[in-house]
């Protein structure tokens, strides 16, 4: 069992970035795939980034060249650095744990609390 804190959420004029973060627990981080979910109002949850045990990074279309994963196993650190922000971005967002790897909503097994990013 791992657990999942997200942190860097906040309200952001359109255009502007954000970094999110999420801290991780557990032995096994390193093996752990893991990915950015986020959901908006009145809309189901959605994957937005993912990465795998051997390092690749889906995207969803929508963010693909403004979102960027990455990870930190020495930190067990899951971060999301977005740019080019618009108001469709405005969501909460998730960090999870994927099994098996990729962004299926099916595949999500570990949810963490969540954290508001609005764009104006």
């Known amino acids: 069992h791992v657990q999942l804190v997200e942190s860097g959420g906040g309200s952001v004029q359109a255009g502007g970035s954000l970094r999110l973060s999420c801290a991780a627990s557990?032995?096994?981080?390193?093996?752990?795939?893991m990915g950015w979910f986020r959901q908006a109002p009145g809309k189901e949850r959605e994957g937005v980034a993912g990465?795998?045990?051997?390092?690749?990074?889906p995207y969803a279309d929508s963010v693909k060249g403004r979102f960027t994963i990455s990870k930190d196993n020495a930190k067990h650190t899951l971060d999301l650095q977005m740019s080019s922000l618009t108001p469709e971005d405005t969501a909460v967002y998730y960090c999870?744990?994927?099994?098996?790897?990729?962004?299926?909503?099916?595949?999500?097994?570990?949810w963490g609390q969540g954290t508001q990013v609005t764009v104006s």
């Open positions: 990465i795998n045990r051997d390092g690749s990074t």
């Open positions: 557990g032995y096994f981080f390193s093996s752990y795939c």
């Open positions: 999870v744990v994927l099994n098996p790897c990729g962004l299926s909503l099916a595949s999500v097994t570990q």
